[in-house]
């Protein structure tokens, strides 16, 4: 069963804008983590977060984690081309065995 | 860094034949791999819990007779897809946890499975 909601769905920016994204997840995790997929293709794991963390940050990317608001969102700064894909965020869980549970994704697309 | 090889990249198969699928982790042991199906423009949904020398653990409404998981080494697990029908063509991914350091996982390229 999913977990995350992901807004939006679809974004549309200009190349050099930043992109945002946003994840809501129902349960306690142990970590979040964000993805990206290329169409057709695996996922590439971007970023993890722990749940006793709230931002982190990797090159462009900065991730934010609220536990109390059982959010997390994804910030792409300076956007290019390239970063066209599709970005799920995921929540590590613990229920009696470790497991990834996926949120819906945002389909970003970047114009150059 | 951790990688996980899966193979074959894009299968068609008739229906009422098996398919196997393989994920391997290619430079660390995985005592857990995962096993995710995607439909087009959808999320990954977890299809099962791939444990080294024990029975799969399966996500509820995933037919365990249907989707046989076998993971009979450190390195090697694999899925197949008995009886196959046009219902069960779509994108399965493999995944495992990584050893090196945090708890991201690696997933593999990915088949995309497609019965006729």
């Known amino acids: 069963s999913q977990q995350g909601e992901e807004d939006p769905q679809a974004l549309s920016i200009q190349e050099g804008e930043n992109a945002t994204m946003n994840c809501s997840y129902k349960t306690s995790i142990n970590n979040l983590q964000w993805y990206r997929q290329n169409s057709g293709r695996g996922l590439v794991h971007l970023i993890l977060i722990r749940s006793n963390e709230r931002e982190k940050h990797s090159g462009r990317l900065r991730v934010t984690l609220d536990t109390s608001k059982k959010s997390s969102s994804l910030l792409i700064t300076a956007s290019r081309a390239a970063d066209t894909a599709s970005y799920f965020c995921a929540t590590g869980l613990n229920t009696g065995g470790f497991k990834t549970i996926f949120g819906a994704g945002t389909r970003l697309f970047v114009k150059a | 860094g951790a990688v996980v090889s899966q193979h074959p990249s894009w299968v068609i198969c008739k229906s009422g034949t098996s398919v196997k699928i393989e994920c391997r982790s290619l430079d660390f042991q995985a005592t857990t791999m995962f096993w995710y199906r995607q439909f087009p423009k959808q999320s990954l949904m977890l299809m099962a819990t791939s444990n080294e020398g024990s029975k799969a ?56 499975l497609t019965v006729v």
């Open chain 2, 57 to 112: 653990t399966y996500e509820q409404g995933v037919e365990k007779d249907k989707f046989l998981i076998n993971h009979a080494s450190l390195t090697l697990s694999t899925l197949t897809v008995t009886s196959a029908h046009p219902e069960d063509s779509s994108f399965y991914i493999c995944s495992a946890r990584s050893t090196g350091g945090g708890y991201g996982y690696t997933f593999g390229s990915g088949t995309r």
